[in-house]
């Protein structure tokens, strides 16, 4: 997709046989957005996911984002292969001000891409002790991508990784996680021994979750931390 030509300027130009750039443009604000029929279909599209597929499930989605920018594309602007179910995190970048021309900037398609982005792991963390009494433990999350993989694959990961600032969302939402779990091993689970609770938390990161979900791989680092699972807290 990056290698789409973005538009002319001029909105006379025709980006279809008979429709112009200014016309193609007022196809999703005026058309989709702003007809009462238009509306019943952006909602319907809205309502295809619950959790937005930009951010690993993160947020809850909450409109439509345009995966080729609207401004640069408009003749993609109500083509449903180009509309994404988004939060809000994801939806308020900085898309309106650019679009790749090279592949290895452009950002994983949610529903179109290469099956290795969904299928693979490539998110990882590790579990850094602090000496915060309160949080004693914290991940850190980073993309580390299959050595197979090409060197252009592994860039847009990356990209993704950091446009949709997975590392320090999906990090909030393990260390709430992880104070649950810490005050589990102090109380209900303080009997287990090293083994047994790595166990456990092998367990837990086996949950039926996308293998790159911020809970599964929060779990798999827990679980090959030794420190983490010999310390009764
Ligand atoms: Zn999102």
Redesign the pocket.
Known sequence: MYSFAANHNDDNHLVYSKITKGEAKDLYDKGLLGRKEGKVIYDKLVSQAI?????????F?ASLDHYLPKSFFPQFSILPYNLIP??????SGSKGSGYPIQEEEQIIHPYFDKPIFFEDQWIYADVITSINQEDPYVLKYYVSCPDGWNDIDKRRAKKHFDK?KIAK?YAINASEELSIVVDARKNTLKNLSELDYQSYLIEQSGIHLHINHWRKVMYQALANNTIFCASKI
């Not at 597929?53 to 947020?59: M, Q, T």
Request: aromatic share 12%; with cysteine; proline share 6%.
């Open positions: 959790k937005c597929p930009y951010c690993g499930e993160i947020g989605v988004s939060c809000r995190d994801c939806n949709f969302r």
